[in-house]
């Protein structure tokens, strides 16, 4: 695919911030479970925070390639550091920029582009994952203000959120037509952390649940219609999943690197393992599923920056990164053998960071669901 040379320009430059102040951090990330505070500063001194946010309200101005490409190398060195920067992005801000007021828009969208204030998604519940019309958090007119009480779980970001986007029933029902979307800033009383996860891999990302007991949300706080929530969240899931799609390729692109410098360095029987047609055929492999990922997921960005329907296309390139992903970390560590199933190796990393592609933001199941409808819808 052959792009404008701005588009290389932004990756050159993220990639370089990737390599300098991401890569020496990867280890200790995972290791310690937690983004240090100043690489989020960093982060969001170099406009990586509010990508495609205008610059009216204070963000970078680029379109939804170019932040695809911010989190494909972002996540190429850490999966943890470029999944806190899609949450944020594409899950917090999004929606906000999208269905908001203008009101919404001058005051949440500054603080949010420049990292002062840090975004998270509220519409997984215990009960309530794939399923969205079963959330049981509820929120109340009380007249003058909302009040917000349920519980919210797997929320990326949980941890470190200043503003949530906030999913509840508005109304009793037993389907997602009651649903009304919210934002709600997490020093509001009555919010607060119930747990942090201790997850197989992305490590360093929070993912927490959360509750809300009485949370009392100004009126001007609704986000969008009332009870036309559910599709601020499929809206705003569409979107995502390309985001998740580039962290993915991220992470593929980053084992299938170091597989192919290792093959090149790894001598057995007098050769470097890479002149075995073995490992020659893996590498092979490995280039062609990325290569084929990157596409999917640079056409489904173009489609939305020119605002044509890409759900069918975003669905596809998640589906198809996330699996490149899962199955070239694995081979990845066939390549190095013994030593990628050790952590003084990044391969093991790699592989427990890719399996989580293939659930959240919508499991590779669901993928499947949305492009088949998709596909048949266009032939009824």
């Not at 500054?110 to 399923?131: H, R, V, Y």
């Amino acid at each position: 695919m052959i792009l404008d040379e701005s588009y290389n320009e932004v990756r050159d430059m993220v990639a370089r911030f990737s390599d300098q102040e991401v890569a020496p951090l990867a280890e200790s990330i995972d290791r310690d479970h937690a983004i240090p505070k100043e690489l989020i500063a960093k982060l969001a001194e170099n406009g990586l925070l509010g990508s495609y946010v205008p610059e009216e309200y204070g963000g970078a101005g680029m379109d939804y390639l170019s932040y695809a490409m911010i989190i494909e190398e972002l996540s190429r060195n850490c999966a943890s550091t470029g999944v806190l920067v899609s949450a944020h992005t594409s899950l917090c801000i999004w929606p906000i920029l999208e269905f908001g007021t203008e009101e919404q828009k001058k005051k949440y969208l500054p603080k949010l582009a420049s990292g002062e204030w840090i975004g998270c998604f509220c519409l997984s519940e215990p009960n309530a994952g794939t399923d969205a019309g079963s959330l049981t958090t509820f929120a109340t007119d009380m007249g003058d203000h909302w009040e917000i009480n349920g519980t919210k779980n797997w929320i990326t970001n949980g941890k470190e959120a200043d503003v949530a986007v906030v999913f509840a029933k508005s109304e009793k029902t037993d389907n997602y037509k009651g649903i009304s979307a919210f934002i709600v800033e997490t020093a509001s009383e009555g919010f607060s952390i119930i747990k942090q996860e201790e997850k197989l891999g992305i490590a360093g990302s929070s993912t927490c649940s959360l509750a809300f007991d009485k949370v009392k949300i100004p009126k001007e706080n609704l986000l969008g219609q009332e009870k036309k929530g559910f599709r601020i969240a499929m809206a705003t899931l569409d979107g995502g999943r390309i985001g998740i799609a580039a962290q993915a390729l991220g992470i593929a692109e980053g084992a299938f690197r170091y597989a192919r410098r290792y093959a090149t360095e790894r001598v057995q029987f007098g050769s470097p393992i890479a002149s075995l047609q073995a490992i020659q055929f893996k590498i092979a492999d490995m280039s062609t599923k990325i290569a084929a990922s990157r596409h999917l997921i640079y056409h489904a960005s173009m489609l939305k920056d020119r605002k044509l329907p890409y759900s069918k296309e975003g669905a596809q390139a998640k589906l198809f990164a996330a699996e490149t992903a899962m199955w070239t970390t694995t081979q990845g560590i066939q390549v190095l053998g013994g030593n990628g199933y050790t952590k003084e190796y990044p391969m093991e990393r790699y592989f427990r960071d890719a399996k989580i592609t293939e659930i959240y933001e919508g499991t590779s199941e669901i993928q499947r669901v949305v492009i088949a409808t998709s596909e048949f819808k266009s032939i009824s």
